[in-house]
């Protein structure tokens, strides 16, 4: 194989989806399995797209993700010169044409011909000259058919009667995808083009384009499969999480999603799913990409984020996760406790929950089913709060096996008084964290302190006598 050139070249959008950014790692991945370049160009023909915000909002996903570009990132509204040339070559040679008809007109002539909705070469032969609202038209061959052999999907036949003369250079003067695509292609000498299946039906234009304008030898193409949500619907942003900066602000890292994204349409040999970057980068071929669609499945991609986080060391947890953090929070509580918060969390943004109880003054809100249930109806429960807190206020704070033991001593003193299993770590998890459930209380309790264990106890004793 000669050295690949592919390019991701998305629209300037306003945000990243995540289907680009699946198309985006394939180009990568194929680059980098073949020691080819990997080039960015951002087609920003659209007038009103033409921002540092909407170009930002491509490129820091990438950088997020880490897939590195050698070449760019272009754009495509800086080469419109070429652009121009390539639609005047197109005129000159007869094999487009001006068009000032409108969508109104051509329905129009459409419907008293009897013919298919659409535009029906209307103006071939009618000498429009060029002018401002004027449109130029690609004069599709009256027979035959175009043919793309696409790496994925196969052999592609579209045939010309089909085709409308589509348009190639819009009314404002600026080129339309086709055009700038083909010409682009060319000039970048790009070998390889990897995108959505979205896209398929556009590349017999393409390749038109490419002949008539005597390009020679046409890049190899290879449309993915489309990613479909759990109703086998294509992803939409109305009403599928899409963007990627969604899952960047909840806390998936780039690593899991990564991962999970080569997983869309491809698998490994050897069926193994969770695996480094550089393994997926030496398994990595076109060849086992799957033509159906790609289930997007949020709880698959949530496990395999659980998988990473559990991978990190405890410092790189607490360093990583203290972006989603309050910054009152002290990190190195986090890293002590990041072990048991690790087995729990799916996202970096659930961490704080966890944590919180840890770092406030008082409990002001209490889950009102594990008040119930630990302190209403939990056996002997004002006894097992009073006791608690006369142990524990002359029980050292710094080994969690000594807070164990006192505690559960608690409950195996009562139990033999009464006769009955009396549980003491229930309640005391109430009266510390408000909550029923969480990480184990001892580690937690030497950071939460002698003081406010003691305070938090007399405060959900007090509520509960009254």
Not at 341 to 354: F, K, N, Y
Request: charged share 25%; net charge negative; with cysteine.
């Amino acid at each position: 194989m000669a050295t690949p050139r592919v390019r991701f070249a998305p629209a300037p959008t306003g945000y990243l989806h995540v289907g680009s950014a699946r198309s985006a790692l394939f180009n990568w991945l194929f680059a980098r399995r073949y020691g080819g370049q990997f080039i960015l160009r951002i087609e920003d023909t659209d007038e009103s797209k033409k921002s540092q915000e909407f170009v930002d909002a491509i490129v820091e996903p990438l950088r997020w993700l880490g897939l590195d570009w050698d070449e760019g990132p272009f754009f495509q509204s800086e080469r419109r010169v070429a652009h121009d040339l390539a639609i005047q070559q197109l005129v000159d040679s007869g094999q487009a044409y001006f068009c000032d008809l409108s969508a109104a007109d051509s329905q129009r002539l459409s419907t008293e011909a009897g013919l298919r909705a659409g535009y029906h070469g209307w103006s071939r032969d009618r000498g429009v000259a060029d002018a401002a609202g004027v449109v130029v038209r690609f004069r599709v061959p009256d027979e035959g058919s175009t043919v793309v052999d696409d790496l994925i999907r196969g052999r592609v036949k579209i045939a010309h009667d089909t085709l409308d003369d589509f348009v190639i250079r819009r009314g404002d003067g600026s080129p339309t995808f086709f055009l700038a695509n083909a010409v682009d292609d060319h000039d970048m000498e790009i070998t390889h083009v990897i995108r959505g299946e979205d896209l398929l039906n556009t590349t017999p234009k393409v390749k038109l384009l490419w002949e008539a304008l005597g390009y020679g030898r046409l890049p190899q193409y290879a449309h993915l499969p489309l990613l479909v949500n759990e109703q086998r619907k294509k992803l939409a942003k109305r009403r599928d999480s899409v963007a990627l900066s969604d899952f960047v602000s909840q806390g998936f890292l780039p690593e899991a999603m990564l991962n999970y994204l080569a997983l869309l349409g491809w698998g490994a040999p050897d069926e193994v799913e969770i695996r480094p970057l550089g393994e997926i980068v030496e398994l990595f071929s076109l060849e086992a990409v799957n033509k159906s669609s790609a289930f997007f499945d949020l709880v698959k991609l949530a496990h395999v984020n659980q998988v990473y986080i559990k991978a990190l060391s405890a410092a790189e947890f607490a360093q990583t996760v203290a972006s989603w953090l309050p910054a009152h929070y002290d990190l190195a509580v986090v890293e002590a406790l990041a072990p048991e918060l690790q087995q729990r969390i799916s996202t970096l943004s659930e961490a704080a929950s966890w944590l919180d109880w840890i770092f406030v003054d008082e409990i002001d809100d209490y889950d009102s089913k594990a008040w119930q249930r630990a302190m209403v109806k939990g056996r002997a429960a004002p006894t097992v709060l009073v006791e608690l807190g006369e142990v524990l206020s002359g029980v050292p704070f710094d080994d969690p096996e000594h807070l164990r033991s006192a505690v559960l001593g608690v409950g195996d003193r009562l139990s033999e008084q009464i006769g009955a299993r009396v549980m003491s770590q229930a309640p005391l998890r109430v009266a510390l964290t408000g909550s029923g459930a969480g990480i184990p209380l001892w580690e937690a309790m030497t950071h939460l302190g002698k003081e406010k264990t003691l305070l938090r106890i007399a405060a959900a004793h007090k509520r509960l006598s009254g």
